[in-house]
């Protein structure tokens, strides 16, 4: 079975509920257009409820940005999978650079997401990446290895099969520099070429493995069309409908 490309936005901390509806309702109808991709946009929790409410019907997917591992609890500012499947709300963010460092969290309470997220239904797009000194000292294998060992840890091949990795390169994060498309490329074979060793050829076939980093219009297509990259995971280019419909329309 062919991997169905997915062109993710990640809208982080930006938009107001009407700016999120805005956009939803606009990008709804180019998701519609296509069968043989999907598209996903991750409003900020303010905005889940009205975004799932204004898309309706569609195809357009709704992710968040984050999800709890428990159900129900004492464990403020957090959202609980079970709150998430409440709106309908299919996808869930975990694992973004930005939680890993600028809150701390680690591959253990990355890895109890992944597993709540699983256990409610809930789709994870389980991000990793290295940072710049770590790709200049080399470690780029050895990093993303060791993210996916903890990150994936007691996830099954059955479940991993609805798991999509978003490899973003912490240093192409909103700084304009996007890895090369063989680069990227390199990156993912590996990825996928592990996945087949600690699980099987079938479970690395399928398993969606996203691109995220600086993508935009102008590079999308070079990098989708590379074997390996099933689809983008887009920051500041998925906050406009001209830059993000461009991209969803990837040739
Ligand atoms: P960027 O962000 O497209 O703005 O680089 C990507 C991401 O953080 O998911």
Known sequence: MARKPLIAGNWKMHLTVAQGVELAEQLAPVADAYSDREVMVAPPFTALHAVTAAVKGSKLHVGSQNVCW?????????????????LHVGMAIIGHSERRQIFG????????????????????????????????????????????????????????????IAYEPVWAIGTGKTATKEQAQEVHAFIRQLLEEKMNKNVAKRVR????GSVKPENVDALMAQPDIDGALVGGAALQFESFSRIIKFT
Do not use: W
């Open 105 to 164: 969290e680690s591959d253990e309470m990355i890895n109890k997401r992944v597993l709540g997220a699983l256990e409610h239904g809930l789709v994870p797009v389980f991000c990793i990446g290295e940072t710049l000194e770590e790709r200049e000292a080399d470690k780029t294998f050895t990093v993303l290895e060791q993210q996916i060992t903890d990150g994936l840890q007691g996830v099954n091949e059955k479940q991993m099969e609805s798991v999509v």
């Open 70 to 86: 428990e159900k129900q609890g004492a464990f403020t500012g957090e959202i609980s999978p079970v709150m998430l499947q409440d």
């Open 209 to 212: 493995i996203l691109y995220g």
